[in-house]
């Protein structure tokens, strides 16, 4: 059975840093990325890494203050995240695709439940 699993949300000042990490169980996935969801918004795309080039994508003001990564012995993705606004505020998922990351939420196959980040001004 796959699993993907969100942890590390919470409250932070702005400024401050949070760190989240996504666990997927199961199986292993070739692209793992990060989206966000404010209230009465659309999702959002945050990030995402493919698991073999490495190569990683952002979302335009995610740029400069995220950094996504991944264990793939662990089969684990992190989102560091510093310089937070209070516009950061979101729940945030982790999603994982059997092909390579995108932007496009539709290609993800796996959801997690999602982690609340609050940034407080």
């Known amino acids: 059975q796959v699993q993907v699993v969100e942890s590390g949300g919470g409250l932070v000042h702005a400024g401050g840093s949070l760190r989240l990490s996504c666990a997927a169980s199961?199986?292993?996935?070739?692209?793992m990325g990060w989206f966000r969801q404010a209230p009465g918004k659309e999702r959002e795309f945050v990030a995402g890494?493919?698991?073999?080039?490495?190569?990683?994508y952002y979302g335009d003001s995610m740029k400069g203050r995220f950094t996504i990564s991944r264990d793939n012995a662990k089969n684990t993705v992190y989102l560091q995240m510093s310089s937070l606004k209070p516009e950061d505020t979101a729940v945030y998922y982790c999603?994982?695709?059997?092909?390579?990351?995108?932007?496009?939420?539709?290609?993800?196959?796996?959801w997690g439940q999602g982690t609340q980040v609050t940034v407080s001004s």
């Open positions: 199961g199986r292993a996935f070739d692209g």
């Open positions: 999603a994982a695709t059997r092909v390579s990351a995108t932007r496009n939420q539709y290609t993800y196959d796996y």
């Open positions: 890494i493919d698991r073999n080039v490495g190569n990683t």
